[in-house]
């Protein structure tokens, strides 16, 4: 991991238990406001993910409980720029005020699978079938 700027912080768990890791917001030249159109929030980090791995980042769910997300995203592993946190309000005209060093997402990093897809004329059945959204319950 790089720090970039100065006041930029390195991602870190909140709690022993947490599966992710906090990023803040790097913003040395006075806080953004976000509505609901997406802002990139700069965290002033870049980091070297290692083949093998995956990095996602994630809302937190403390914000978005309050009409503010973080958009899903994932961090390649041959990316080196800075990492930049999509976020936008949610409620129709809201506005939430994004400072320096605010916990704004986080990043959970998770082993990828060996995944290879093969074309095929029909798949398996299953009870579901094609069912889709909402198919398996209310």
């Not at 390195?10 to 917001?25: C, E």
């Amino acid at each position: 991991m790089r720090l970039l700027r100065e006041g930029a912080r390195a991602p870190r768990r909140a709690s022993a238990g947490a599966s992710g890791f906090d990023l803040y917001a790097c913003l040395p030249d006075g806080p953004v406001t976000v509505g609901n159109a997406p802002v990139l929030v700069p965290t002033g980090i870049a980091l070297a993910v290692p083949p093998g791995l995956d990095a996602q980042l994630r809302p937190r769910s403390g914000l978005a409980s309050r009409g503010l997300l973080a958009t899903f995203g994932t961090l390649d592993a041959d990316y080196r720029g800075e990492l930049f946190v999509t976020l936008h309000a949610v409620p129709p005209g809201a506005r939430h005020v994004v400072r320096h060093g605010d916990r704004i997402a986080q990043l959970v990093v998770a082993r990828l699978a060996a995944v290879a897809f093969a074309v095929r004329e029909t798949l398996p059945p299953t009870a579901r079938g094609a069912g889709g959204h909402g198919s398996t319950g209310r």
